[in-house]
């Protein structure tokens, strides 16, 4: 069953069509560049640290902080810190310090497609100040700031270019959170591998839409000015969902052979429901 008004139209295709049926952009490298250059001249540290955080697990605590449907954490805390000792064992101990950021060697060298750089990746583990010390308090202090961070930047921010950007999901549509979409429908599935009737959301994004690519410099700090422009690591957007406003436009149902791996593949119901966002006046932008 999919979740919608009224019962849509019916549809077969095939899974490795759906790019073209729904107008995804091939070229997303070129688009990758102009969007990662675009945020390097907009947000600060602080703000591209932030927009790391939402890439993370710790979304959905940020989410139900800022709605005050929760506020103790220490669960997640524990997990974290889990997290970290076991990633702990994959680094040599002289390149990572338990429970704090990875030693920043300026001089060594990684690779992104097939250009090297000499950046640090970020780490959640630093970043919401993770420690063998961290309680409840601490954490939501920094889950708080990050969100400070979030809303000063989505507020000034504007996509700056037409574009449909896709969610996926087995309930309603999200309009109260931070949002992560993908610039390509088939990723956007993917996550939902496990499930044999999906909704996918497609939001059509234009110019002024308040919204901010992961591209390359939400993943790395870029401190030695070498990182390469692009949306390399992801095809994902950030969106607040709180204040989008938008009106359904078309609603249609397909029948897509999913591959789940090598040998194996499974037929899905994929009920598409295509959004526009309106002004403040009710009008549709355009699009």
């Known amino acids: 069953m999919c979740f919608g008004l009224n019962e849509p139209e019916q549809q077969e295709i095939k899974h490795n069509e759906i790019e073209k049926t729904f107008n995804y952009i091939e070229d997303l490298e070129e688009l990758g560049k102009k969007l990662d250059k675009k945020n390097r001249e907009t947000f600060s540290k602080d703000e591209f640290e ?19 449907e929760k506020d103790d954490f220490k669960d997640s805390i524990k997990n974290l810190k889990k997290e970290a000792l076991e990633t702990e064992i994959l680094f040599a101990s002289d390149d990572f310090d338990i429970f704090g950021a990875m030693s920043e060697d300026k001089t ?35 889950l708080s700031e990050i969100t400070k961070y979030l809303d000063k930047a989505l507020d000034r921010a ?21 949002c992560i979409l993908h610039i390509n429908p088939k990723n956007a599935l993917d996550e939902l591998k496990d499930c044999d009737k999906i909704n996918l959301y497609n939001i059509k994004l234009n110019e002024e839409t308040k919204g901010i ?15 390469p422009l692009g949306m390399d690591l992801s095809d994902k957007i950030i969106l607040d ?23 194996k593949a499974q037929t899905k119901i994929v009920c598409v429901y295509e959004y526009v966002i309106v002004d403040g006046l009710g009008e549709e932008c355009d699009n």
């Open 241 to 263: 969902m709180s204040k989008q406003k938008l009106e359904l436009k078309k609603q249609k149902l397909f029948r897509i052979n999913q591959e789940i791996d090598e040998m």
């Open 158 to 178: 504007k996509f700056g270019f037409k574009l449909n950007a896709f969610y996926a999901s087995t309930v309603p549509l999200n309009t109260k959170d931070y």
């Open 213 to 227: 690519a992961l591209t390359n410099i939400a993943y790395y700090d870029n401190a030695n000015r070498t990182l």
């Open 50 to 68: 932030s927009l790391y955080i939402t890439e993370t697990n710790a979304l959905e605590d940020i989410n139900n902080l800022r709605n005050g």
């Open 108 to 142: 060594k060298i990684n690779n992104i497609g097939n250009t090297k750089h000499r950046e640090i990746k970020r780490s959640k583990f630093r970043i919401l100040d993770i420690t063998k010390s961290t309680k409840n308090e601490q954490y939501v202090k920094k």
